[in-house]
């Protein structure tokens, strides 16, 4: 049986790229997706998952409307050199589309107890919608098998400061009350992700043999975007890190990654705002066995990229 996944996003094109994983991996049954700011305005987010819901057919996916700004009240700054004026790169959404019903927040806590102690939550965006499941959803949002969030960065450079990583900068304070009330929570941080380099060459060998993949036409523009800008940020980079994939991919493929235990939280104002923070002493000071966090710290990427791109290249959307 394919493993239940609830994702929150914000596609822009990683979180995109991380949506046709999901939907093309038989492994992997995606039962809901919940689109807010983040890499773009939460109606642009909404409507990017609209379009890649209706290129793979997938009409039963349920959209549950997400946060549109950060808990801080903060006033969000977007990236279109990144990820495109709408989030796609080059590419547009057709604006005839038709979004199916998008669903009220309620939904979450539905989904959850449809799929009690079964389903994963994955997180691959900013933190506020989650943080606002767990301050709405109370002890139901622990009726779960197991949680998954990209990002922070532990013992490296961030992307966004010297320090943060863009997810945890986005909302601090919606991820520091993530990592805080989350049981059983896997976090995939910037020391890992970075790693999970695709190449242009690995493009090709999706695009020339994906015939049933339904993003095909996709994939190439979208790449070609994000790589030029990557190329610009971290100049010498040989392609362009799938990021939000990692998060996915380990719940499907466990050995790629290997973690430590630690309670993690995350600094919420001042200069250092968005910093990821853990005790990575020889001997961390002793904490409650149940506030102890899952770090991904250890990464297989030949394994992890073979899947990826033999997920991309012959997968078919499960109907």
């Not at 094109?13 to 700011?37: F, Q, T």
């Not at 896997?186 to 790693?195: G, Y």
């Not at 993949?213 to 994939?219: D, G, Q, V």
Request: net charge negative.
């Amino acid at each position: 049986m394919p493993e239940k996944v609830l994702l929150f996003c914000d596609p822009g094109i990683d979180d995109s790229i991380a949506i046709m994983y999901a939907l093309l991996n038989p492994k992997i049954e995606v039962v809901g997706i919940v689109p807010g700011y983040g890499n773009v305005e939460q109606e642009q987010a909404t409507q990017n998952v609209a379009y890649l819901l209706s290129l793979a057919g997938k009409k039963d996916v349920p959209i549950i409307s997400g946060a549109k700004g950060p808990l801080s009240g903060e006033v969000t700054t977007y990236y279109p050199e990144i990820h495109g004026e709408e989030g796609l790169g080059p590419i547009q959404p057709p604006k005839t589309l038709v979004t199916e019903e998008l669903l009220n927040f309620d939904e979450i806590f539905n989904i959850i107890e449809r799929f009690e102690n079964e389903l994963y939550i994955v997180d691959v965006g900013r933190s506020t919608s989650l943080a606002i499941a767990y301050n709405l959803g109370g002890d139901i949002m622990n009726k779960v098998k197991a949680t998954y969030i990209m990002g922070g960065a532990f013992l490296v450079p961030g992307n966004v400061t010297s320090e943060a990583e863009a997810n945890f900068y986005g909302d601090p304070i919606a991820s520091n009350l993530v990592v805080e009330y989350s049981q059983n929570l896997s976090i995939f941080p910037l020391n890992i992700t970075n790693k999970a380099i695709l190449t242009s060459q690995m493009v090709d060998y999706i695009v020339q043999n994906g015939t049933t993949n339904p993003f095909r036409e996709l994939i190439r523009p979208i790449f070609d975007y994000y790589y030029e800008a990557y190329k610009k940020n971290v100049p010498g980079i040989e392609g362009t890190p799938l990021h939000d994939v990692v998060a996915l991919s380990a719940i499907v493929n466990p050995t790629i990654v290997q973690y430590t235990k630690r309670r993690v939280k995350v600094e919420v104002f001042g200069n250092s705002k968005g910093r990821s923070i853990a005790d990575f002493r020889p001997k961390p000071e002793k904490e409650p066995p149940e506030t102890l966090d899952r770090i991904a710290l250890r990464f297989n990427y030949e394994e992890f990229i073979q899947e990826f791109i033999s997920v991309m290249a012959t997968g078919d959307v499960q109907q």
